[in-house]
């Protein structure tokens, strides 16, 4: 692998990464049981951020275990083969921002922009959590062959992955 297929390759994983508004998350309900579901995401310094109520299932399985997965893809609009979809899996535990915090205005700040006036009637909403997603560890996946650990600070440096890998 070339100095410039791995440059292009980290453009195109923070260009994924940076432009993803939302993502599938895996969190783990009792007994277990994985459970899959979906919420929508900013990025502020590297970090990234969901904000979620109560009432939805992830958020208890978060309150009670704080790991889980991320998963965020490539449009299937601009994809010519699905077994090819550029994706990025992030392994991650939660901690909750508390509202007293500054970093919960700056952050809802950044919620408020990406995703309009339902900030709003949200943002008040008691039942409404922010969390921050502490990333442990990465992978990209760009296409056949082309998939990348994701390590370093805030899991921006990448390791092409070959036979015998992990």
């Keep these: 692998m070339t100095v410039d297929e791995l440059d292009s390759a980290r453009r195109e994983y923070r260009a994924l990464r940076d432009s993803s508004k939302a993502a599938l998350l895996a969190t783990l309900a009792h007994e277990q049981m994985p459970c899959a579901s979906y ?8 970090s990234c951020y969901v904000y979620l109520s109560d009432l939805a299932s992830h958020t208890r399985n978060l309150k009670r275990c704080p790991s889980l997965s991320l998963l965020l893809m490539e449009d299937e609009d601009r994809v010519a083969n699905a077994f090819a979809r550029r994706r990025i ?5 939660v901690v ?7 970093l919960f205005a700056r952050v809802l700040a950044e919620f408020r922009h990406c995703f309009g006036k339902v900030m709003d009637m949200i943002e008040p909403l008691p039942d409404f959590h922010l969390f921050r997603l502490q990333l442990k560890a990465g992978r990209f996946v760009r296409g056949f062959g082309q998939a990348y650990e994701l390590t370093g600070d805030h899991l921006n440096d990448l390791t092409h992955v070959g036979p015998g890998s992990k």
């Design 96 to 102: 909750i921002v508390e509202r007293e915090d500054p």
């Design 39 to 46: 919420a929508p995401l900013v990025w502020v310094d590297d």
């Design 89 to 93: 899996t992030f392994e991650a535990t």
